[in-house]
DNA sequence: CGAATCGTTAACCACATGGTTAACCGTAGC
DNA sequence: GCTACGGTTAACCATGTGGTTAACGATTCG
């Protein structure tokens, strides 16, 4: 769902990891790095990336290789641009209209 | 800041104002109808959206129109147009990485 | 003026979120 | 085999979030 995109984006630290990941694959120690908050509170917020389906995880040795899951981000993505559009198409109408009203 | 966009965002009643909004201006009770939620829960959305400068209100009479603020909206979305210019360019690499690596 | 309308504020409640420490599990290396 | 390493799980705690009902404030209309 879009709305679990958001929800995992809505925390900068995840928003950080993708961040990292958007450079390539990385273990979690690597991708989540001098965040400055306890092993588990990061394990957390993977869970929550991996749940919602914006990070993917594959266990290799005793490292967790994180990747990321383009499609599901893509969805969050595609409702921004279309608001986006409405706004491009839409602004000077809106404002001219509530200057409008206000008279 | 970035991440109040995304948090404002986050809940799907207010996406749902967004959206609404998107389409023009309205009032409250207009850009409100339908949620299935009491007046009270309406009220402290829009403060989140107000809040996070995502939504403009301007008091008409009894009346509060409500509008939206595109640039704060477009710093998230440019967020998101970052990374998936990110994605587009490695995702293919990213997999051919993690083939590669787990033989 | 009095009543209806639009919307907010206050007080409260249940549950989710984000963090901690302590303990644990599986793999790698000596 | 034992220890170090990478990471998770469990239990707990403080705070935030999202909802409710009740009451209120300001504007409009008869």
Redesign the pocket.
Known sequence: MVNDSF?AL?????RGIVERLGEGP???????AG??????????????L?ETGVVR?E????????SLEPKVLGEAADWMDRQRALWGRLFDVVDEYLKEGSR
């Open positions: 929800k809505s925390h900068p630290i995840r990385a273990t979690v120690g690597d991708a989540t965040f400055g908050v306890s092993k588990p509170a990061i394990s957390k917020h993977l869970k929550v991996e995880r266990v290799r040795g005793r490292a967790h290789w994180l």
